[in-house]
């Protein structure tokens, strides 16, 4: 089955940029994902990206996806303390509900 | 608004005691998941449902149990025959219409804690 993996801790300063990096499988994952989790909190979508695009912008976050190396990461410009949180990867192939596969999370720590 | 409530927030059990976790949701949404996480580790899926009175079982579903019988309501039973429950529990749903296939909403969480 597919197979997620993310580095477990990234710190960054307060105002430079992030990149958390997350790896996968399956080569026929469609969509891949990168969800934020705030303490004691669930789960939040922040954007996906399919497997037919290199790259997504979303104002401070852009998605890059290397398909040849299956290797997804998220930057964050401009990082700020609210960015503190987990970010998990997460993937899936078109079809059954069941198939989307999280990767452990990136626990981001924003430093002032 | 719209959203997905789960209940109780914390909660703690004695060994060999079933407890049932409550997830409703407002949004229209078919589907509905049961997830599991620990510290370290991605989200597990326990179980899924992608219409009422309707359910499956995800990766990890010994010692859990569900039941769809409203739209709204997928709750989540853990049983004493799960080996090692402390955990934190989420539920999700989505639409599937419209939607990538992992664009789940979700609950705030259930903190299990076996005593």
């Known amino acids: 089955g597919e197979d997620v993996e993310q580095s477990l801790f990234l710190s960054v300063r307060e105002g430079d940029s992030s990149v958390i990096n997350c790896t996968y499988t399956d080569s026929s994952s469609t969509y891949l994902y990168w969800y934020k989790q705030e303490p004691g909190a669930g789960l939040q979508l922040l954007t996906y990206i399919f497997s037919n695009m290199d790259m997504k912008q979303d104002q401070r976050l852009t998605v890059l996806l290397n398909k040849k190396d299956k290797h997804l990461s998220l930057r964050i410009a401009d990082t700020q303390t609210g960015d503190s949180a987990i970010y998990f990867c997460?993937?899936?192939?078109?079809?059954?509900?069941?198939?989307?596969?999280f990767g452990s999370g990136t626990q981001l720590t924003v430093l002032p | 608004d719209g959203g997905i409530t789960q209940s109780p927030k914390y909660l703690f059990r004695k060994e060999g005691q079933n407890v049932t976790l409550s997830c409703e949701q407002n949004l229209n949404h078919d589907a509905m998941y049961w997830y599991r996480q620990d510290p370290g580790q991605g989200l597990r899926l326990i179980y899924y449902?992608?219409?009422?009175?309707?359910?499956q079982k995800g990766d990890i579903a010994e010692g859990y149990s569900v039941s769809r019988e409203k739209k709204e309501s997928f709750p989540l039973t853990v049983t004493s025959a799960q080996k090692n429950p402390t955990a934190f529990y989420l539920c999700?749903?989505?639409?599937?219409?419209?939607?990538?296939?992992?664009?789940?909403?979700f609950g705030e969480g259930s903190r299990l804690t076996v005593l």
């Open positions: 449902s992608q219409i009422v009175n309707d359910f």
């Open positions: 997460a993937a899936s192939y078109s079809g059954s509900a069941r198939q989307l596969t």
């Open positions: 999700a749903s989505n639409d599937r219409v419209g939607r990538a296939i992992g664009e789940l909403f």
